[in-house]
Protein backbone atom coordinates (compact mmCIF):
# COMPACT_ATOMS: atom_id res chain seq x y z
CA UNK A 1 0.00 0.00 0.00
CA UNK A 2 1.40 3.17 -0.87
CA UNK A 3 1.12 5.99 1.49
CA UNK A 4 0.33 9.93 0.25
CA UNK A 5 2.43 12.22 0.19
CA UNK A 6 1.87 15.73 2.21
CA UNK A 7 2.89 18.36 -0.16
CA UNK A 8 5.66 20.87 1.18
CA UNK A 9 4.48 24.14 2.62
CA UNK A 10 4.19 26.89 -0.23
CA UNK A 11 7.21 29.46 -0.14
CA UNK A 12 6.18 33.35 1.39
CA UNK A 13 4.67 34.43 4.48
CA UNK A 14 1.92 31.94 5.61
CA UNK A 15 0.90 30.02 8.46
CA UNK A 16 3.42 27.90 8.33
CA UNK A 17 5.96 30.36 8.15
CA UNK A 18 4.18 32.66 11.34
CA UNK A 19 4.13 29.31 13.47
CA UNK A 20 8.26 28.68 12.80
CA UNK A 21 8.63 32.29 13.46
CA UNK A 22 6.99 32.16 16.78
CA UNK A 23 8.48 28.63 17.93
CA UNK A 24 11.74 30.54 17.30
CA UNK A 25 10.94 33.61 19.07
CA UNK A 26 8.98 32.32 22.16
CA UNK A 27 12.05 30.19 23.16
CA UNK A 28 13.74 33.16 23.03
CA UNK A 29 11.14 35.36 25.18
CA UNK A 30 11.00 32.15 27.88
CA UNK A 31 15.21 32.43 28.14
CA UNK A 32 14.47 36.43 28.52
CA UNK A 33 11.91 35.95 31.15
CA UNK A 34 13.75 33.00 33.13
CA UNK A 35 16.84 35.24 32.89
CA UNK A 36 14.71 38.49 34.88
CA UNK A 37 13.11 36.32 37.17
CA UNK A 38 16.60 35.07 38.04
CA UNK A 39 18.01 38.40 38.46
CA UNK A 40 14.94 39.84 40.33
CA UNK A 41 14.85 36.84 42.77
CA UNK A 42 18.35 37.64 43.64
CA UNK A 43 17.82 41.50 43.70
CA UNK A 44 15.26 40.07 46.32
CA UNK A 45 17.45 37.95 48.85
CA UNK A 46 16.56 35.03 47.45
CA UNK A 47 20.74 34.58 47.46
CA UNK A 48 21.40 34.42 51.72
CA UNK A 49 17.41 32.72 51.71
CA UNK A 50 16.77 30.71 49.26
CA UNK A 51 18.21 26.86 48.04
CA UNK A 52 19.05 26.96 44.43
CA UNK A 53 16.17 24.53 43.76
CA UNK A 54 13.49 26.88 44.80
CA UNK A 55 15.32 30.13 42.98
CA UNK A 56 15.06 27.62 39.62
CA UNK A 57 11.37 26.80 40.42
CA UNK A 58 10.53 30.77 41.10
CA UNK A 59 12.99 31.37 37.63
CA UNK A 60 10.54 28.93 35.32
CA UNK A 61 7.54 29.94 37.46
CA UNK A 62 7.35 33.07 39.22
CA UNK A 63 4.95 32.36 41.80
CA UNK A 64 4.94 33.32 45.88
CA UNK A 65 4.08 29.77 46.54
CA UNK A 66 7.12 28.71 45.39
CA UNK A 67 8.81 31.09 47.73
CA UNK A 68 6.53 30.97 51.07
CA UNK A 69 8.76 27.20 51.82
CA UNK A 70 11.92 28.90 51.76
CA UNK A 71 13.50 31.31 54.51
CA UNK A 72 12.39 34.38 52.73
CA UNK A 73 11.10 36.98 55.68
CA UNK A 74 8.67 39.04 53.41
CA UNK A 75 6.44 37.46 50.73
CA UNK A 76 4.54 40.98 49.70
CA UNK A 77 7.74 41.86 47.59
CA UNK A 78 6.71 38.41 45.36
CA UNK A 79 3.32 39.09 45.25
CA UNK A 80 3.43 41.91 42.88
CA UNK A 81 1.22 42.62 39.78
CA UNK A 82 4.96 42.17 37.71
CA UNK A 83 5.40 38.95 38.87
CA UNK A 84 2.25 38.00 37.90
CA UNK A 85 2.93 39.26 34.17
CA UNK A 86 5.77 37.59 34.19
CA UNK A 87 4.05 34.29 35.27
CA UNK A 88 1.57 35.00 32.77
CA UNK A 89 3.60 35.53 30.11
CA UNK A 90 5.88 32.16 30.60
CA UNK A 91 2.36 30.38 30.49
CA UNK A 92 1.72 31.65 27.31
CA UNK A 93 5.11 31.21 25.50
CA UNK A 94 5.33 27.66 26.93
CA UNK A 95 2.24 26.38 26.43
CA UNK A 96 2.61 27.71 22.74
CA UNK A 97 5.85 26.39 22.11
CA UNK A 98 4.96 23.34 23.75
CA UNK A 99 1.76 22.91 21.85
CA UNK A 100 3.00 23.87 18.60
CA UNK A 101 5.63 21.44 18.65
CA UNK A 102 3.26 18.35 19.52
CA UNK A 103 1.24 19.57 16.64
CA UNK A 104 4.80 19.76 14.30
CA UNK A 105 5.17 16.28 14.98
CA UNK A 106 1.13 15.02 14.44
CA UNK A 107 1.52 16.86 11.09
CA UNK A 108 3.94 14.80 10.31
CA UNK A 109 2.05 11.76 10.39
CA UNK A 110 -1.34 12.94 8.75
CA UNK A 111 -1.84 13.46 5.08
CA UNK A 112 -5.43 14.36 5.24
CA UNK A 113 -5.55 18.19 4.71
CA UNK A 114 -9.09 17.83 7.00
CA UNK A 115 -7.82 16.23 10.05
CA UNK A 116 -4.64 18.47 9.97
CA UNK A 117 -7.00 21.25 9.88
CA UNK A 118 -9.15 19.76 13.15
CA UNK A 119 -6.28 18.64 14.96
CA UNK A 120 -4.97 22.52 14.78
CA UNK A 121 -8.10 23.52 16.17
CA UNK A 122 -8.31 20.87 18.49
CA UNK A 123 -4.94 22.51 19.82
CA UNK A 124 -6.00 25.71 19.77
CA UNK A 125 -9.38 25.04 22.28
CA UNK A 126 -6.70 22.68 24.12
CA UNK A 127 -4.22 25.92 24.68
CA UNK A 128 -7.02 28.19 25.89
CA UNK A 129 -8.42 25.90 28.07
CA UNK A 130 -4.85 25.42 29.52
CA UNK A 131 -4.10 29.18 29.53
CA UNK A 132 -7.42 30.26 30.92
CA UNK A 133 -6.89 28.03 34.25
CA UNK A 134 -3.21 28.78 34.69
CA UNK A 135 -4.20 32.49 34.27
CA UNK A 136 -6.70 31.91 37.14
CA UNK A 137 -4.11 30.08 39.23
CA UNK A 138 -1.45 32.76 38.62
CA UNK A 139 -4.07 35.75 39.59
CA UNK A 140 -5.81 33.55 42.70
CA UNK A 141 -2.68 32.68 44.33
Known sequence: MKTKQRPAPLGGFNFDYIMWLFTRLSALA???????A???ALLMSA???M?????MRWAFMPNPNHVASTNIPDIEVWKTIFWQVMAILMLFFA?????????NVVEDYIS??????????LVLVIW???SLIGITVIVTS
Do not use: K, P
Request: no cysteine; glycine share 10%.
Open 51 to 55: SIADL
Open 38 to 40: LTG
Open 30 to 36: MYLIVIV
Open 95 to 103: GAHGLHGLL
Open 112 to 121: SRRIRMSLRA
Open 128 to 130: VAI
Open 47 to 49: RQN
